[in-house]
């Protein structure tokens, strides 16, 4: 089992920028690719980026391309979602996952999720 902690979400104008965190615990957090998520009220989940093992490949969602950047730290366990130029589309409650699998921009890929973390972006 992988434990997912994520953090840093809030209230934040456009323009504005969040740093969010998730915090693994359980297996070996350097065998999981990372990736967050999120999800708009009335909306399904949507792949927004995610990281491989050792963090040496990034893949982005087209929307938040050059806005957000992904990063992890293997020694402690914790991957970080930067995100800025924030925009009111942006607001979602993001979540963290961890896969063993490949195709990370899939949903269904990734065994352990976290609880979500809620970012709103105000106009």
């Known amino acids: 089992q992988v434990q997912l902690v994520p953090s840093g979400g809030g209230l934040v104008q456009a323009g504005g920028s969040l740093r969010l965190s998730c915090a693994a615990s359980?297996?070996?957090?350097?065998?999981?690719?990372m990736g967050w998520f999120r999800q708009a009220p009335g909306k399904e989940r949507e792949f927004v980026t995610a990281?491989?093992?050792?963090?040496?490949?990034?893949y982005y969602a087209d929307s938040v391309r050059g806005r957000f950047t992904i990063s992890r730290d293997n020694a402690k366990n914790t991957a970080y979602l930067q995100m800025n130029s924030l925009k009111p589309e942006d607001t979602a409650v993001y979540h963290c996952?961890?896969?063993?699998?490949?195709?990370?921009?899939?949903?269904?890929?990734?065994?352990?999720w976290g609880q979500g973390t809620p970012v709103t972006v105000s106009s």
């Open positions: 990281i491989s093992r050792a963090g040496g490949n990034t």
């Open positions: 359980g297996r070996t957090f350097s065998n999981y690719a």
């Open positions: 996952g961890a896969s063993s699998r490949g195709n990370l921009g899939v949903l269904q890929n990734y065994e352990y």
